[in-house]
């Protein structure tokens, strides 16, 4: 028997913008689009795993709700139960931003969406490299994979799709913590990696939520891979250590991570971090995001799409970082919060 929803009926809710469905909104990127649709005037739909929730993820599921949300719980790998509520709730739009556990439960959510034949848009759990175009090593090329089949997938089954291509989040790129933004760069030394020179781009979560918003309302990004590669975000890794350094008004130690010294960490194939350090090993020493051109007929820029929109720059977002390390730096400690909290291993989502 199919999971029940949080709501008996429907809610009719007048709004010329389509009617969105978000699973895996409690994750890391999750979060910004969610809130994002929220903004947006979106009728948002928030489907929740049934059971209980640990609290932060309840606290923000409340958060949601009180802005506006709905939340049905139930299952995406149920394809009955999401045929119902697709046509329940009049879903116009999916977006998935689930983890890389449950990848492959999109296929069933594919499956859903083929048979009611009514979704205008489905994003599926991309939101990082194009992974058509990238080739990490294992274990991240397993992640990989898994994403590439359900794009494959997703092409064959007629439904409309975009593949938001963010690149990489705003932030201090630690090679073993899946999602640092939460976390100041080091004080006592910088891990370079390689030679330090290959470019990244660097991209605010809520930036990443702002744009998918816009996306899926957009004609021109029907099945389209959509790329965010603004040029005031473009750094290497030493260009991010002169950021930090000029901010805080200090030089400090750096340090070369070799390629050999990532693939060794990526071959110990312990999760996550085995799975992060393959992939800093492809975007800072291959270089794949920037080793390719986009193409004009698969791809679109989002610069391009929305030239009159701004992306928050580093410069703010290290601001944010100097705030979070303030009492430290005065004090002239060269640790943040300790080498265990900097290399804490966290959930693997979505992103790159």
């Given at each position: 028997m199919a999971p029940s929803s949080s709501l008996a009926t429907p809610i009719t809710i007048t709004n010329t913008k389509g009617r969105v469905l978000i699973v895996g909104a409690t994750g890391f990127m999750g979060k910004f689009v969610a809130e994002a649709s929220i903004t947006t005037s979106h009728p948002t739909y928030l489907l929740v795993r049934p059971g209980p929730l640990i609290s932060s993820k309840a606290s923000i599921i409340k958060a949601f709700q009180d802005k506006g949300a709905i939340v049905i719980y139930g299952v995406v790998n149920n394809k009955e139960f999401m045929k119902t509520i697709l046509k329940k709730y009049e879903i116009d739009i999916v977006i998935s931003a689930i983890g890389a556990e449950s990848l492959l439960n999109q296929l069933t959510l594919i499956e859903a969406m083929k048979s009611i034949k009514t979704v205008k848009r489905f994003l599926p759990s991309e939101f990082g490299h194009d992974v058509d175009r990238a080739d990490p090593v294992e274990p991240g090329l397993a992640m990989y994979k898994e994403k590439r089949l359900v794009r494959r997938v997703i092409e064959e089954s007629g439904v409309p799709y975009t593949y938001i291509c963010c690149n990489s989040i705003a932030s201090w790129p630690y090679y073993d913590n899946c999602h640092p933004s939460q976390l100041p760069p080091p004080l006592d030394q910088l891990h370079i990696y390689g030679h330090g020179?290959?470019?990244?781009?660097?991209?605010?979560?809520?930036?990443?939520?702002?744009?998918?918003?816009?996306?899926?309302?957009?004609?021109?990004?029907?099945?389209?891979?959509?790329?965010?590669?603004?040029?005031?975000?473009?750094?290497?890794?030493?260009?991010?250590?002169?950021?930090?350094?000029?901010?805080?008004?200090?030089?400090?130690?750096?340090?070369?991570?070799?390629?050999?010294?990532?693939?060794?960490?990526?071959?110990?194939?312990?999760?996550?971090?085995?799975?992060?350090?393959?992939?800093?090993?492809?975007?800072?020493?291959?270089?794949?995001?920037?080793?390719?051109?986009?193409?004009?007929?698969?791809?679109?820029?989002?610069?391009?799409?929305?030239?009159?929109?701004?992306?928050?720059?580093?410069?703010?977002?290290?601001?944010?970082?100097?705030?979070?390390?303030?009492?430290?730096?005065?004090?002239?400690?060269?640790?943040?919060?300790?080498?265990?909290?900097?290399?804490?291993?966290?959930?693997?989502?979505?992103?790159?």
């Open positions: 020179n290959v470019k990244a781009y660097f991209i605010d979560g809520y930036d990443i939520g702002k744009f998918t918003m816009k996306v899926v309302d957009d004609d021109r990004t029907i099945n389209k891979n959509v790329h965010f590669r603004p040029s005031t975000n473009c750094y290497s890794m030493n260009d991010l250590a002169s950021l930090w350094e000029n901010k805080i008004a200090r030089q400090i130690p750096r340090v070369t991570i070799s390629e050999d010294d990532l693939l060794a960490i990526a071959a110990e194939n312990c999760i996550p971090e085995s799975i992060v350090a393959s992939i800093t090993h492809d975007i800072f020493i291959n270089g794949c995001q920037v080793n390719f051109n986009i193409d004009g007929v698969h791809d679109v820029e989002i610069s391009n799409l929305y030239p009159g929109e701004s992306f928050r720059s580093l410069e703010d977002c290290f601001d944010n970082f100097v705030l979070m390390a303030a009492d430290k730096i005065h004090k002239g400690e060269t640790e943040v919060t300790g080498t265990k909290a900097l290399v804490e291993a966290v959930p693997i989502t979505a992103s790159c």
